[in-house]
Nanobody, 122 residues
Framework: QVQLVESGGGLVQAGGSLSLSCAAS????????MGWFRQAPGKEREFVAV????????IYADSVKGRFTISRDNAKNMWYLQMRSLKPDDTAVYFC???????????????WGQGTQVTVSS
């Protein structure tokens, strides 16, 4: 059974940077897509970014495109989200996820982490 754990959340001022990591407790297939989602208080969970296992193709939500970078290291069973130029609207609990299908839909992901809090002050 694959278990995912996020780390790296915290408090940062607007315009600053923060990097998140996701570690899998078991080896993941290199063909799996690895993604990030986020959920702000009172709002539904939304897609942030995803990276494919085959060619490292990426998809970003329009709200983070150009500011966030997703990457992965299959040898370490880890993937990352580098965030820069952070805005107060980026404040949310961030979840990492892995799945066998490609795309931004939550239905494409089979495994989820517990979430890590990111707070951006104005």
């Amino acid at each position: 059974q694959v278990q995912l754990v996020e780390s790296g959340g915290g408090l940062v001022q607007a315009g600053g940077s923060l990097s998140l990591s996701c570690a899998a407790s078991a080896r993941t297939f290199s063909t799996y897509s690895m993604g990030w989602f986020r959920q702000a208080p009172g709002k539904e969970r939304e897609f942030v970014a995803v990276i494919s296992g085959s060619s490292y193709n990426t998809i970003y939500a329009d709200s983070v495109k150009g500011r966030f970078t997703i990457s992965r290291d299959n040898a370490k069973n880890m993937w990352y989200l580098q965030m820069r130029s952070l805005k107060p609207d980026d404040t949310a609990v961030y979840f990492c996820a892995a799945g066998r299908r490609w795309g931004p839909s939550e239905n494409n992901f089979d495994y989820w982490g517990q979430g890590t809090q990111v707070t951006v002050s104005s």
